[in-house]
Nanobody, 129 residues
Framework: QVQLVESGGGLAQPGGSLRLSCAAS????????MGWFRQAPGLEREFVAAISWNDYIIYTYYSDSVKGRFTISRDNAKKTVYLQMNSLKPEDTAIYYC????????????????????WGQGTQVTVSS
C-alpha cells in the first residue's frame, strides 16, 4: 500500500506561484509513476502533470494547459513529488490530487487517471485577485 498526502495549496493572485507537495509513505517507490490531477466544481477530474522513473530514466509529461508554467519534480530521499505552479490563472482554480502507481508508464498513459492505484485527499488551489 502507498499513502499519499498533499500540501501547499492555498490562495494565489493571477500571475503568482504556488508549490504543491505530495509525500508518499508505505511501499518503496524505487520504480513508479506519480501524477497530479485537478478537479474544478462541476467538472471532471483532469490530468495536469506526471513523472515516472526507474533505475535508468526519469520521464515527465504535462497537459497542454500547464506546459511551460508548471514543473513536476521529485525528491527520492524524501519520497516526495512537487508541482511548481507559476504564472497562475483563475482557470487553474481546483482541488489538486496526487496519484501514484507502481507501474512505470510513459506518454499518454500517464494522463489516464484509471492507470493510478493510489490517491491523496486533495488540496485546494484558488487563483483570484
Amino acid at each position: 500500500q502507498v499513502q499519499l498526502v498533499e500540501s501547499g495549496g492555498g490562495l494565489a493572485q493571477p500571475g503568482g506561484s504556488l508549490r504543491l507537495s505530495c509525500a508518499a509513505s508505505g511501499r518503496t517507490l524505487s520504480r513508479a509513476a506519480m501524477g497530479w490531477f485537478r478537479q474544478a466544481p462541476g467538472l471532471e477530474r483532469e490530468f495536469v502533470a506526471a513523472i515516472s522513473w526507474n533505475d535508468y530514466i526519469i520521464y515527465t509529461y504535462y497537459s497542454d494547459s500547464v506546459k511551460g508554467r508548471f514543473t513536476i519534480s521529485r525528491d527520492n530521499a524524501k519520497k516526495t513529488v512537487y508541482l511548481q505552479m507559476n504564472s497562475l490563472k483563475p482557470e487553474d482554480t481546483a482541488i489538486y490530487y496526487c496519484a501514484a502507481t507502481l507501474v512505470v508508464r510513459t506518454g499518454q498513459a500517464l494522463a489516464n487517471l484509471n492507470e493510478y492505484d493510489y490517491w491523496g485527499q486533495g488540496t485546494q488551489v484558488t487563483v483570484s485577485s
